[in-house]
C-alpha cells in the first residue's frame, strides 16, 4: 500500500467513525478494505491517539487527539478579529508598529499589522512570510517546540539574513532555551538591519503556541532608552489577554 494511499484510507477510517462508534467489520465495510487492513488502520490510529476503543467493548470511536486538535483551530480570521483591539491599544501605548503572525511550516506568517503616526515607520508586513529562526515571533515558536521537532527544524541550515542571524544550531537553542523561560524573545538587527522587535505567544487552551504579538520600530529610536521593560510587560499582556479571550469563546461587538 503506498503512503498517499495509507492517509486517504486512514482519512475514511476517521470519516467512518464520525457517526458515532463501530466494529472493525462495519468499518472495513463502509472504507470498502479487507477487514485485516482495517484492523490495522485502527491499530496505527489508535497509537497516535486518533481513534479509541470503547471501554469494555471492541468498537471504536474517534480518540481525543482529533478532538484536541479541533479545539485548538482557530481560523486566521477570527484570530485577527479577537487580536485587532489589543494591537491597536499596544500601538498606541508603545509608539510603535504592532503585528500579529502565524506558524506556516518553518516560517512565521504575519497576518495583522497596525501603524503609528510616527513620520519613519517600518513597512507593512501583513501578508509576509519570514523563517522562524530569524525574527522574535518565530523564536517564541520554536522555543515551545518539542525536542524531536525543534531537531527537525535545526537538520536544515539555517539562512544568515544580517550579520547578527543566529545560523548555528548550538547558538539558536540557547536563545530559545532562554525565550522559553522568559516568555518572550527580542531581536536586534537579525532579519534586517536597523530593526528591532519584540513578540510574545499567544497560547491554546492546551497551552501550545498557536500565534504570536510583536511590537517592531527602527532601532535607532525602538526601545528608547529606559522602556524595554515596560514594553515586553505590555506585549506579554497583550498575548495573554488573546489567549484568554480565544479560550473563552471571545468575540468583539459588532459595530
Known sequence: ???VQSIERAFAVLSALADGPIGVTEVAHRVGVPKSTAARLLTALWHEGAVEQEAG???YRLGPRIADLATRHVPTRDLVAVARQYLVELATAVGEVAGLSVPDGRVVHYVDQVGTAHEVQ???WTGS????????SGQVMLADLA???LDRFLATPLEAFTPATLTAAGALRER???VLADGYAWVRDEFSEGLA???APIRATDGDVLAAVHVHGPSYRFPASGTRERVT???IRAATRISADLRDGTRPAAR
Open 197 to 199: 522587535s519584540v513578540a
Open 122 to 124: 517600518v513597512r507593512d
Open 233 to 235: 510587560e505590555r506585549v
Open 57 to 59: 467493548g471492541t468498537r
Open 1 to 3: 500500500m503506498s503512503r
Open 147 to 149: 525536542p524531536a521537532a
Open 176 to 178: 530559545l532555551a532562554q
Open 129 to 136: 512570510r519570514v523563517p522562524m529562526h530569524a525574527v522574535p
